[in-house]
Structures are given as C-alpha cells and as structure tokens.
DNA sequence: CTTGATTTGAGGTACGTACCTCAATTATAT
DNA sequence: ATATAATTGAGGTACGTACCTCAAATCAAG
C-alpha cells in the first residue's frame, strides 16, 4: 500500500494537521517542522493521491479556445477536436468549449478577453496575432490569474508565457527540404503564397524556407511572397498574373494552413502534377489532393495533440504543477501520399 | 454543480442503493428499475465522478512491458520511455515496469507468461515475435484476466488483441516514396537490408517498399533483402559482397529499427552520401547521421507516444473502458534533417 | 515571571462513490 | 393463500485529502 498522509505525519513525528499545513503551504508552520515533513515525503516516498485531492477540493476545471472567425478547413478541424476534447475530459471534472473572434480588430478582442471572469473561466488558449492591446489584455488574464497559452500563433514569447504548436521555422525548413529534394537537380523558381505576411508564423515559415534553399539548394529561386488575404479574386489575380510573367516556376510553397483556394487557383493555370507543391496542415483538400498526386507534400503538425497539450497544459498550470516538456513538443509531421 | 448518484436516484425514483446496484452491474434488479436509471442517467447527464471511483476502489494499477534482450538504441529509447512513464503515472495509482526476455526462446517467453499473477499484474505490453507457443501463453494470459497488447510487434490479430504500433505497411512504403523522389530521375538499384525477414513487421515493410518502388517508380530496382542477424561481422560480408556485385547501388533501405551497424557496415566501402539511405527510427545513431546528411531521412514511430498509448489501452481494458481509436493510433513519421 | 504571539495537536466534516448488511416490500410459483 | 424468491430501501463504513475550529503547548519579549 502507498503511504499516506498518515504515514507521513508518522514518519516526521508531528500531527496530521502540521502535515496538511506543510503539504498546502499554510502558515504558522516551524521551519523545523516543515523540514521534517520534507525529509519524510522523501524518505518514505509520500505521494499524494491525486484522486483524493480532487474529490476533496471537488475542483472542476473549465477551459476555452479562442479562435479567429476566419479560416476554412484546418479551422475546422481544430473545432473538431476541441470536442471531442470536451467528451473526452467530461469525466475528469474538465469543461472545455470554444469561441470566434474577429482577429481584425484586437480592440474588441482585448474587450473579450478582459470580461473573462475567473469565476466561470480557469484557462484560454488563445490563437490571436500579434498586437500591443491583445498582450495587454493578457497580461491582465495572468494578474486575476487565469491561465493562459498560446495556442498555434504568435509564439514571440511574452513573459513566461506557455506556447503549444510547432516550431515555424523549422516548419519552414522542412518544407523547403522536401521540395529541394524532390526537385532533384531541376533548377527554376518557386512560387511562395500566404494569407498575409504579417503574420509571425507566416514570417518564421519563409525564414526557414530561404534558409534551406539558400544555403543547400542554390539552383532553386524561391519567389517574393504572394498575398492573398483569404480573397479569392484577388488571389486568382496575383497568382496567374506571376505564372504568366515566371516562364520556369518548378515548384509551389503555401506557408498559411488553408491551401485549398491558392492551389485551386494554380490549377486552373497549369497542371499540378508538373509542378512539386508542398503545402500545411492535414485537411480534406490537402488529403485528397496528396491521394491524386496533385500536391506532393504536406508539412503538419496534428491539430488533436495540439488541442490535448494547451489543455495538459492549462490543467498543469492551474494545478501548480510542472509540465512535461518532452510530451507538449508540437512535432513537425510531414506527410505523403503513404502515411497519410 | 454536476450531478451525484443522489441526484441520480432521486430522479430515477430509486434508492441510492438500487442507482449503486445498477452503476455496477450488480444482480438483483428489475428491468424496469434498471431502465428508469439508465433513462435519468441520459436526462440528468451524469457522469460518474472518476476520482471518487478510484479513491473509493481504492485500486491500483500495476503494469508491465516485456522486451527482447536483443537490441540497440531503439530498445534503449523504449526503455526510457517506459521510465518516463512510470514516474508519470506514479501519482495516477499506476506502477509501471518492464522484463527483458530472450525471445529466441518461445518456450521460455510462454514459461515466463504463464507464471504472470494476477494479483502482481494487471496488464503486460508484449513486444514479441509470433509463435504459437506464446499465443497460447497469450490467450490464458486473457483467461486469467490479466490484458495485453501487442507492442510494436506481432500484429498479426490474434483474437481481439489491441495491437499497438504503426502499420508496417505503410512505413515501408513510405519509406519507398521518400527513396524513389529524393532520387528523382535517377535509375539503379536499391540494398535492403534487415536484421530478419522471419519478423511479421519486417516483412510488411518489405512488401509495403516493394509496392511503391514497383508500381511508381520502375527505373528502381530493389535488390533481395539481406538479412544480418544482428551479427556484425556476417553483416560486413554480405554488404560487402554485395556492393561489389551490384555496380549501380543508389540507394539503401535498411528495415529494421536498429540502422546502426548496417550502414557503419556499408561506409566502409561507400561514401554514405552518395546513396540515398533511408532507415527506420529515431536513435543516437540516425539523428546524427541525419544532421551529417549521410543518411537522407527516418522513417519513425514515435517511442514515448507507443508506450503511452500502450499504458492507456491497458488502464481502459482493466477499467472496462472503450479506447479512443483516434488517440491511438501511431504515425508514421518522417524525420528529416530539419525537424528532428 | 508574565504576557502575548506563534506553533502544534486533536478532532471534526466534507467530497462522491463503492460495497456491505439487514429488514421490508413485491413478485412468482404452488 | 402460502411459501419462496426476487427486488428494494435505509443506513452504515471506507477510501485519502482538504479545510475548519479550538484548546494546548511552546516560544519570544518585556
């Protein structure tokens, strides 16, 4: 049988009650107890029981995401797994549920964030750019001590805050790896597209895409960044407007995780199959399009682990626990036509 | 505030002793009382509180992997893993431990199993190559009420086994695709080389690479597998033979988790980097290989999500508990240079 | 030594569920 | 209708921890 606090206020030769003070950082407690308790914990190999110590408090534990109202299919797929987070956590004391904001206007997403109430919200995981008020209001979250993480975006570490997702640059470098390789020795250039350039992930994402192409692969040419801010019109404009100038575009590079519209573009341009294309995040068009051969790469990081890491996450720092690193590394995953 | 078995009770109309009765499928209740709880269950939403449950069960969950004596870096890395996991779950009631056995020996292994006591074990992870004397030890392992799973390995369904690891298949024809379009136009021909081709995993991962090669990318031929047996000196004549025999090798497919010796083995008569060397697993050995761009990528099933999804499964079979499929199922991953 | 503050111990209740006993009620078979 | 079996309810204890109160013991300052 594990000890219990019992067997601890034994072994360290005080009451119960100077146990409870110790282990719950209570005060009125002598250093030489305390250091009695401690040496005990370890010599007898105290555990608390967790089960206990939640039946106990009966704590329960209420988390939210809060996602842009943009985005098409990885969006989706994000809500997805935030419910069936929620199932799954149903049992554990846990509610976990989701809200849309207009990240163009970080006024009133700082509006948002600042009538959070601790009484109805432990934690957030927050997937917003960039932007003086939303940091502000963050940090204000922290000071009536709702935890926070950021969730898939931003990642310019503030204070000591908890990031979840995948490391951009590194994102980008793989990305530019695969299309290198698979290009083999064809020289040419590179058509890039994005949502928008602002974007910090967007940002790190060519960096590293540059980095690799520069430096190991320099009879590639990666292209200036195109734009498409979630128009399709205009991306249709800007992307046949640059096929038609670029005679030896080889291969394709779409840095923001809905690929759907840019890649759909291109095709009514030229034939995919020619060209080495390499995209973000598993959807039903990247899938689909991996299957037909039509993409020949995808570079990912699994929406599911994302999700149950912000809330391991959240769930640790409400409790003052330590997190394991290790488990909450978000990995680049790269995905082809076999392992879909 | 959530709803408790009174609650429950007194919706259903019942006793709490009868809500009890009928929670824990426990005899003596009529199908009509039975039915008025399941219906208040659904209506109220309860949900049982888990932590009340084990505090007042009371149990404790004891759990062990069985692994090969065999082996190099990767078993290395899985027993770690298994280390990690153990001081994890300590506070989760869980104690978690592993026996290496020599698996040459199917006799001894179903000697080994068959002494395994319920009172000492609640669940084994099993990492063993098929035999029927094992799937006999196997089968009354399940009789005696002790749940296993297959652990990387095996695979084979045997009954209604939980089997967890990646599909072999797919690894090895993921490995396929990298090796035929990191070579690109190139043609000749491909060393595949395995500790065995006797182990199930092996042999998919052959048909899986065959596959590919064969029906994608013709200009490839891929020579018959050689097998090392895990013996250093039989792996450098046969490589060795081999690269003298066979003029045009451009690529190498080393199968087995364990790259280390193989291509050591070949980088004797090689220059490594210019072949086209995909391997399986993450290790010591093929991380730096990786960052060397003497090996060109890994194919990998991540060790610390197998050993935890093993230990899921078994804590969900002894708590009669359904998995979540999703959850569970290992990737397969592909590690370059850049997202190692 | 006295006074007041700090520290300690004893004992209680509560959390939600499991599991037990025993008596009371209801259903079924004869 | 009676005997027997099946079902139900009431009430208890237990799990390990948190948190509370109050009295007793110890300590520090004057």
Redesign the pocket.
Known sequence: ?????????EA?????????????D?????????E?VHQAITSIG??????????????TYSFRFIFPTAGDQYLRELINQVHEASTDLISDMTDVDFDQLDMRDPHMVANYLSTLDRDQVDGVAIMAPESPQVRDAITRLGERNIKVVQFLSGQEKLGNLDFVGADNFTAGATAGRIISRFLGQISGKVMVIADTMQSLSNIQRRLGFDQVLNTCFPVLKALPSLETHGDEARAKRIISRQLQHESDVVGVYVINSEARVPIEQISHCKDLRSLTIVAHERTPFTEKALLNEEIDAVVAQNPGHAVRSALRILRARCDNRDIIAAQENIRVEVLLKENL
């Open positions: 049988m594990r000890p219990t606090t019992k067997d601890l206020a360290a030769g005080v009451s119960l009650a100077t146990v409870d003070r110790v282990l719950n209570r005060p009125n407690v002598s250093d030489r107890s305390r009695r105290y555990v608390r029981n967790i089960a206990a110590v939640n039946l106990a408090k009966n704590r």
